[in-house]
């Protein structure tokens, strides 16, 4: 199983919002699944990462080991994991970034707290 390391700022900064104790996604936010809007971003395909209270959901069908636990992703973004050295860091801003072999996959990482509540999904 593939490791997504998170640096220790990072790791304190989800603990805050309490991933420790929810299901976490590293959601690929390209409208599909229960936590994309249709439309919503589908053209630019960033990831989000949701803090979730209940069942994730069948479009999420991979994990990744985390300091945190497993983290549940779509099938088919596990090429932005498998065998690419991902990692959760705090850039100079200290905005979450989501790097891998080939460098920054997401610049400022949106985490979402129970997006069902947050974002009137489902």
């Known amino acids: 199983m593939t490791n997504l390391k998170m640096s220790s700022d990072v790791e304190k900064r989800l603990k805050n919002h309490g991933a420790d104790k ?3 996604v590293l959601d690929f936010d390209d409208g599909v699944g229960p936590y994309s ?3 919503g971003c589908a053209l630019d395909g ?3 990462l949701l803090l979730v209270g209940s069942e994730v ?3 999420y069908q991979v ?3 985390s300091p945190l636990g497993k983290i549940w992703v779509k099938d088919y973004s ?3 994991f498998e065998n690419e050295n991902p990692q959760l860091k705090l850039s100079g801003a200290g905005m979450i970034q989501l790097t891998n072999n080939s460098g920054v996959v ?3 990482l949106e985490v979402v707290d129970d997006p069902e509540v947050s974002e009137g999904i489902r």
């Open 22 to 24: 929810k299901n976490i």
């Open 37 to 39: 809007v249709i439309g």
């Open 46 to 48: 960033g990831f989000k």
């Open 57 to 59: 959901g069948d479009d």
């Open 63 to 65: 994990q990744l080991d």
């Open 78 to 80: 596990y090429e932005y």
């Open 106 to 108: 997401e610049s400022n």
